[in-house]
C-alpha cells in the first residue's frame, strides 16, 4: 500500500503539472503587467527558507525510515520550494517589465513538477515489480555458498526484492555418494551462511551428482571444450548419466542468456543435443532449461 500511496502522489505532481502549463501558456499570451512589491518578494523568500527547511527534515526522516512515501512527500516540499523560487524570479523580473517571464518560469515549474512525478513513479514500479538481481548480488552469495565444505557446484541462484523484503533460492550440488544426514548439514550450512550475510531465510535446493563417474567426467569435458565459449549458454549444471539395460541418458541443466528468446533458447538446445548424440551415439540426451533471472 505504501508504494500504491506514492504513486498516487506522482499521478498528482504529474496533473498539477499539466495544470500549471495551461495557465503558463495562457499567461506567456497574454501576459498581464503586474509591479509587485519588494516586500511581498520579501515575505515569499521567507516561505521558501521555510519549505526548504521542512524538504531537508523529510528527507532525513526518509532516510532514517527507508519510506517511499516519506520521500515522494519530501520531494513535493522540494517542488514547493523551487517553484515558489521561480515566481520570486519572475515577480523581480515583473518590476523590470518582462511580464511574460512569469509564464515561461511557470511552464519550467512544471516540466520540474512531471519530471519529478516520473522519477517517483519509476522508482515505485521498481520496488512492486522486485528488480532483478544485479551480477554483483549474484556473485557474492555465489562466493559465499562455494566456500562451504563439501559444495561441488552452485547453480539457479534467484534473488528477488519486493519493497525491502529480500527472498534467495539456490541450487546446490552434493555428491551423491554423500549420506542423506551429511547432505542436510550442508544444506543447513547454506542456510545459516546466507542467513547471517543478507538476513534472509533462503530456499536450498540439493542436487545428487558424481563427479567420480568417468562418463560423467567426460561429458563435462565435452561440455566445456565445446560450449563454455558460447555466449548463449552462461552455466550447465546437474550433470548425470544414467545407465540401464534399456536406456543410456545424459541429463544435465543450462542456464541461458537473458538476451535469447524462446525460439533461439530452443535452437540453442537443439544444437547441443545434435552435438552430444554426435560425441556419445549410445545416450539419449535430455536438456532441462532453467527459468530466466537464474544465474
Ligand atoms: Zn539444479
Given at each position: 500500500t505504501e508504494y500504491i500511496a506514492t504513486l498516487i502522489i506522482a499521478v498528482l505532481l504529474c496533473v498539477a503539472g499539466i495544470e500549471i502549463i495551461e495557465s503558463a501558456v495562457s499567461r506567456i499570451i497574454s501576459p498581464s503587467a503586474i509591479y509587485p512589491e519588494w516586500w511581498m518578494i520579501a515575505v515569499i523568500g521567507c516561505t521558501i527558507l521555510l519549505k526548504e527547511v521542512t524538504a531537508r527534515y523529510a528527507e532525513f526522516l526518509s532516510a532514517r525510515i527507508a519510506s517511499g512515501t516519506l520521500h515522494a512527500d519530501a520531494w513535493h516540499h522540494r517542488v514547493d520550494a523551487i517553484s515558489s523560487f521561480m515566481v520570486i524570479v519572475a515577480m523581480i523580473a515583473g518590476r523590470f517589465g518582462y511580464h511574460q517571464a512569469d509564464g515561461w518560469v511557470g511552464l519550467g515549474v512544471a516540466l520540474f513538477i512531471i519530471w519529478t512525478g516520473i522519477q517517483i513513479s519509476k522508482s515505485a514500479i521498481d520496488d512492486l515489480i522486485g528488480k532483478p538481481p544485479s551480477s554483483e548480488e549474484v556473485e557474492d552469495v555465489r562466493g559465499i555458498v562455494q566456500k562451504i565444505d563439501g559444495i561441488l557446484g552452485v547453480h539457479d541462484i534467484s534473488i528477488h526484492r519486493y519493497g525491502r523484503e529480500r527472498f534467495v533460492s539456490i541450487h546446490i550440488e552434493i555428491n551423491?555418494?554423500?549420506?542423506q544426514g551429511r547432505a542436510h548439514d550442508i544444506a543447513e550450512e547454506v542456510e545459516t551462511a546466507l542467513s547471517q550475510a543478507y538476513n534472509v531465510e533462503p530456499t536450498v535446493h540439493i542436487d545428487p551428482v558424481q563427479p567420480e563417474n568417468p562418463m560423467v567426467q567426460k561429458v563435462g569435458s565435452f561440455l566445456d571444450v565445446t560450449w563454455s565459449k558460447d555466449e548463449r549458454i552462461t552455466n550447465w549444471h546437474d550433470l548425470r548419466v544414467i545407465e540401464t539395460e534399456k536406456h543410456n541418458v545424459i541429463l544435465f541443466g543450462v542456464n541461458t542468456s537473458a538476451s535469447l528468446n524462446q525460439s533461439g533458447t530452443i535452437a540453442c538446445c537443439r544444437e547441443i543435443e545434435d552435438s552430444l548424440a554426435n560425441e556419445f551415439p549410445s545416450y539419449e540426451v535430455e536438456i532441462k532449461i532453467s527459468p530466466l533471472y537464474r544465474f
Open positions: 551423491a555418494s554423500e549420506t
